[in-house]
């Protein structure tokens, strides 16, 4: 197999747009938490999420006409477009002759469903309008990766919820190993919207205005948006181009729970972590960092520490939660966890969970890196993700010599 | 990767010989809603979920979740798979946008109710496009790779692209790929409107196996590739790859099954450009209406229905984006026959 490395980030989210920005939100331990404009939440009794406030996706990309797409497909394009710069390969170059896109999403163009429902209150559902009906397929999220990069390769897009993004750069690094493709963009994106607010509060898994993962107290999640995309290399290509390299993908885990939609379960958690561990060649004790899927739910932050413990140990990793500065950005949350995984790898720190102040008894093994980020030697990071229809993915990530 | 069996839900029958044999199936659809846009689709008039699931366990379930379960069942018994080991098999569903209709309710009562919250949270999932697949391994006990792909005209190619790689590097022995579409209003007006043809219905799902130990296969898929690209151009070369990919020379290629519509030549083109001459068509036209996703899996599926031992077929899809998809398929034994 050959090797895969991780040469460039481009994140779009409410801590940060672009690696710099992000990195250093992360270091510092921003919330990017504000209430919500998006949508009209005033009936809502909770009132705040994690929006992407500065997105201007005209200043970002320059081949796709933003409003052509919809505002899940902006996000990835525009994350896209910041990770190949960052990787500083140009749109349409040599290398995008057989390079391919790959993007998760929970909730694909959320937006122009709520646009399409507006059409069929005001005029049935023959009154909905066309441009909207063509902007609805989340396959076009890829598609809008595709075409502002000018990609040639194959363009996919994964639904699997609120883990897409691990399923994508599990996907895409496999493309890349196997030598399907040099060059793999993946990541995730997903919009604030009016039902998915409503869903989470009536599941009782919306917290007002603080996201507190792992914390005694935690009340839940907050609804959140943004576009992850990282660009994946062959190791050779990188270095032939004199490429910046910030960590190497070593693997990933897949499997499903098979038990219920919604509610976290232990043991397949369990089981996908020692999957993960498997693909990628380490042991559970070479594990210096674990980016939680952290949602702030009682529930899952619970099943999530027990499986860490069952698979290792007494004595676990650092396990933090970014969650608590973005929220839950869905598809492209586990696609934020590796910007972070691989930033740790390569700055050598920590992410921490803000918002963090009282232990749960009930898991006291847990170091969530409370507060702000901490310098460490990350060697080798997991970055979890879990979702509803118990779609679990892992993925690896370590340092390069 | 080698099919071992499949599961058919469609307006034209349950068998690959009878999807093969099919004229235009439609059905007067207008018991089911009061609001559509012609009374007929290609839809599954009589299906049903609780006759066909019972009504244990599915009360939330949408009719895309329904269609997926029982088309995975009809796949598992099709080829006899026992899931004895559920960590070794998985689900690969690909789909447009999953259920349209589940979707803009949940979004509505936000803003019909008397509080923008007072939504059902037990169909909360069905708002989410991986709702059908992640039901189905509930309903088997399935507990490898679970993925949803929204891929569109090009979704079930893209799936069988997808488990051929799960296969490949290990994640699962056995998966179950398909495709489902489901009728609603919804979907019927979305059709009208941006295609101006009637909407289409069906489940698609084929079992496929590395390596299998005791089923004989009905046919191979020795290679599916996938592009991006404006232009006939990008279908040329993605079907090269594949023919490259499977060792198949363009003359020994007997059939396609390509995506395109009575009066379209976009993809038929792109196929006689790459053999060198005009192939028998598998495809399903608009016999079927819209299916979206599921158009490969009846592609595939009319494939089977036509493919006699040893020949090879091509399927191709293309998305008005620019996405292109082809596959290689391999007869194999008789999987004309009608194993019912």
Same mark, same amino acid.
């Given at each position: 197999?050959?090797?895969?490395?991780?040469?460039?980030?481009?994140?779009?989210?409410?801590?940060?747009?672009?690696?710099?920005?992000?990195?250093?939100?992360?270091?510092?331990?921003?919330?990017?938490?504000?209430?919500?404009?998006?949508?009209?939440?005033?009936?809502?009794?909770?009132?705040?999420?994690?929006?992407?406030?500065?997105?201007?996706?005209?200043?970002?990309?320059?081949?796709?006409?933003?409003?052509?797409?919809?505002?899940?497909?902006?996000?990835?394009?525009?994350?896209?477009?910041?990770?190949?710069?960052?990787?500083?390969?140009?749109?349409?170059?040599?290398?995008?002759?057989?390079?391919?896109?790959?993007?998760?999403? =929970?909730?694909?163009?959320?937006?122009?469903?709520?646009?399409?429902?507006?059409?069929?209150?005001?005029?049935?559902?023959?009154?909905?309008?066309?441009?909207?009906?063509?902007?609805?397929?989340?396959?076009?999220?890829?598609?809008?990766?595709?075409?502002?990069?000018?990609? /040639?390769?194959?363009?996919?897009?994964?639904?699997?919820?609120?883990?897409?993004?691990?399923?994508?750069?599990?996907?895409?690094?496999?493309?890349?190993?196997?030598?399907? /493709?040099?060059?793999?963009?993946?990541? &995730?994106?997903?919009?604030?919207?009016?039902?998915?607010?409503?869903?989470?509060?009536?599941?009782?898994?919306?917290?007002?205005?603080?996201?507190?993962?792992?914390?005694?107290?935690?009340?839940?999640?907050?609804?959140?948006?943004?576009?992850?995309?990282?660009?994946?290399?062959?190791?050779?290509?990188?270095?032939?181009?004199?490429?910046?390299?910030?960590?190497?993908?070593?693997?990933?885990?897949?499997?499903?729970?098979?038990?219920?939609?919604?509610?976290?379960?232990?043991?397949?958690?369990?089981?996908?972590?020692?999957?993960?561990?498997?693909?990628?060649?380490?042991?559970?004790?070479?594990?210096?960092?674990?980016?939680?899927?952290?949602?702030?739910?009682?529930?899952?932050?619970?099943?999530?520490?027990?499986?860490?413990?069952?698979?290792?140990?007494?004595?676990?990793?650092?396990?933090?939660?970014?969650?608590?500065?973005?929220?839950?950005?869905?598809?492209?949350?586990?696609?934020?966890?590796?910007?972070?995984?691989?930033?740790?790898?390569?700055? &050598?720190?920590?992410?921490?969970?803000?918002?963090?102040?009282?232990?749960?008894?009930?898991?006291?093994?847990?170091?969530?890196?409370?507060?702000?980020?901490?310098?460490?030697?990350?060697?080798?990071?997991?970055?979890?993700?879990?979702?509803?229809?118990?779609?679990?993915?892992?993925?690896?990530?370590?340092?390069?010599? | 990767?080698?099919?071992?069996?499949?599961?058919?839900?469609?307006?034209?029958?349950?068998?690959?010989?009878?999807?093969?044999?099919?004229?235009?199936?439609?059905?007067?659809?207008? !018991?089911?809603? #009061?609001?559509?846009?012609?009374? #007929?689709?290609?839809?599954?008039?009589?299906?049903?979920?609780?006759?066909?699931?019972?009504?244990?366990?599915?009360?939330?379930?949408?009719?895309?979740?329904?269609?997926?379960?029982?088309?995975?069942?009809?796949?598992?018994?099709?080829?006899?798979?026992?899931?004895?080991?559920?960590?070794?098999?998985?689900?690969?569903?690909?789909?447009?946008?999953?259920?349209?209709?589940?979707?803009?309710?949940?979004?509505?009562?936000?803003?019909?109710?008397?509080?923008?919250?007072?939504?059902?949270?037990?169909?909360?999932?069905?708002?989410?496009?991986?709702?059908?697949?992640?039901?189905?391994?509930?309903?088997?006990?399935?507990?490898?790779?679970?993925?949803?792909?929204?891929?569109?005209?090009?979704?079930?190619?893209?799936?069988?692209?997808?488990?051929?790689?799960?296969?490949?590097?290990?994640?699962?022995? =056995?998966?179950?790929?398909? !495709?489902?579409?489901?009728?609603?209003?919804?979907?019927?007006?979305?059709?009208?409107?941006?295609?101006?043809?009637?909407?289409?219905?069906?489940?698609?799902?084929?079992?496929?196996?590395?390596?299998?130990?005791?089923?004989?296969?009905?046919?191979?898929?020795?290679?599916?590739?996938?592009?991006?690209?404006?232009?006939?151009?990008?279908?040329?070369?993605?079907?090269?790859?594949?023919?490259?990919?499977?060792?198949?020379?363009?003359?020994?290629?007997?059939?396609?099954? =390509?995506?395109?519509?009575?009066?379209?030549?976009?993809?038929?083109?792109?196929?006689?450009?790459?053999?060198?001459?005009?192939?028998?068509?598998?495809?399903?036209?608009?016999?079927?209406?819209?299916?979206?996703?599921?158009?490969?899996?009846?592609?595939?599926?009319?494939?089977?229905?036509?493919?006699?031992?040893?020949?090879?077929?091509?399927?191709?899809?293309?998305?008005?984006?620019?996405?292109?998809?082809?596959?290689?398929?391999?007869?194999?034994?008789?999987?004309?026959?009608?194993?019912?």
């Amino acid at each position: 197999m050959r090797r895969v490395v991780v040469t460039g980030l481009g994140p779009v989210s409410s801590i940060g747009i672009g690696v710099a920005a992000f990195l250093s939100a992360l270091r510092a331990g921003r919330s990017g938490i504000s209430p919500i404009a998006g949508f009209d939440a005033s009936g809502f009794p909770h009132r705040h999420a994690g929006e992407v406030r500065d997105f201007r996706p005209e200043e970002i990309v320059r081949r796709i006409r933003p409003g052509e797409w919809g505002h899940s497909a902006q996000l990835a394009a525009c994350a896209a477009r910041l990770a190949a710069q960052d990787a500083g390969l140009e749109p349409g170059g040599a290398w995008a002759d057989e390079a391919g896109a790959v993007i998760g999403t =929970t909730s694909g163009e959320s937006q122009v469903v709520e646009s399409l429902v507006d059409q069929q209150m005001a005029g049935g559902l023959a009154g909905m309008s066309v441009a909207s009906i063509r902007q609805l397929p989340a396959e076009r999220l890829s598609y809008a990766v595709a075409e502002e990069l000018g990609l /040639a390769g194959e363009a996919l897009t994964l639904a699997t919820a609120c883990s897409a993004s691990n399923y994508a750069i599990g996907y895409a690094y496999d493309c890349v190993a196997s030598g399907e /493709a040099d060059v793999m963009v993946a990541g &995730g994106a997903d919009s604030v919207c009016r039902w998915a607010h409503a869903g989470f509060y009536r599941l009782g898994a919306l917290t007002e205005k603080e996201c507190q993962p792992f914390d005694a107290t935690r009340s839940g999640i907050l609804t959140a948006e943004g576009g992850a995309a990282l660009v994946l290399e062959e190791a050779g290509h990188a270095a032939a181009r004199g490429a910046r390299v910030y960590a190497e993908v070593l693997g990933y885990g897949v499997n499903c729970d098979a038990g219920h939609m919604v509610s976290p379960n232990e043991e397949n958690i369990a089981a996908c972590m020692r999957i993960a561990h498997r693909k990628a060649g380490i042991k559970p004790g070479d594990v210096d960092y674990i980016s939680a899927h952290g949602t702030g739910t009682r529930a899952n932050d619970l099943v999530e520490a027990r499986a860490i413990r069952a698979v290792f140990g007494a004595v676990t990793p650092p396990t933090s939660s970014i969650k608590s500065m973005l929220g839950h950005t869905m598809g492209a949350a586990s696609g934020f966890g590796a910007i972070a995984t691989t930033l740790a790898i390569a700055e &050598g720190f920590l992410p921490p969970t803000i918002n963090w102040s009282t232990a749960d008894p009930d898991m006291p093994w847990i170091d969530p890196v409370a507060g702000t980020s901490r310098p460490a030697e990350v060697r080798v990071a997991q970055n979890n993700g879990f979702a509803f229809g118990g779609n679990n993915a892992i993925t690896v990530f370590g340092a390069v010599e | 990767m080698k099919i071992t069996g499949y599961g058919l839900l469609t307006a034209a029958g349950s068998t690959a010989a009878e999807l093969a044999g099919a004229s235009a199936a439609r059905a007067d659809m207008s !018991a089911l809603h #009061d609001d559509l846009p012609r009374p #007929d689709a290609c839809a599954i008039p009589g299906f049903d979920i609780r006759a066909e699931l019972g009504r244990k366990g599915t009360s939330a379930f949408d009719r895309a979740t329904g269609l997926a379960i029982v088309a995975c069942g009809r796949a598992l018994a099709d080829a006899g798979v026992q899931v004895e080991a559920p960590e070794r098999v998985g689900l690969v569903l690909g789909t447009t946008e999953g259920s349209l209709r589940s979707t803009m309710e949940y979004s509505r009562e936000t803003l019909v109710q008397d509080r923008p919250y007072l939504v059902n949270p037990v169909l909360f999932p069905n708002t989410v496009m991986n709702c059908a697949a992640g039901q189905a391994a509930i309903w088997f006990g399935l507990k490898g790779v679970n993925a949803t792909i929204a891929g569109g005209p090009l979704a079930f190619l893209q799936s069988l692209r997808y488990a051929g790689n799960a296969l490949d590097r290990g994640y699962a022995d =056995t998966i179950l790929v398909g !495709a489902v579409e489901e009728f609603t209003a919804h979907r019927a007006w979305t059709a009208e409107l941006a295609h101006g043809g009637p909407v289409g219905e069906a489940a698609a799902v084929f079992v496929v196996e590395k390596d299998p130990q005791d089923r004989t296969p009905i046919a191979e898929v020795p290679a599916v590739a996938a592009g991006f690209g404006q232009g006939q151009g990008a279908l040329v070369s993605c079907l090269r790859r594949a023919l490259a990919r499977a060792g198949a020379r363009p003359e020994e290629i007997d059939l396609m099954a =390509t995506g395109d519509l009575p009066g379209e030549r976009a993809e038929s083109d792109a196929v006689t450009a790459v053999v060198g001459r005009d192939l028998p068509q598998a495809g399903p036209g608009d016999r079927f209406g819209h299916c979206g996703a599921a158009g490969g899996a009846l592609a595939l599926a009319g494939v089977l229905g036509r493919l006699g031992d040893g020949e090879l077929a091509v399927i191709t899809g293309r998305a008005a984006d620019g996405a292109v998809a082809a596959a290689v398929v391999k007869g194999r034994g008789d999987a004309r026959a009608d194993r019912r």
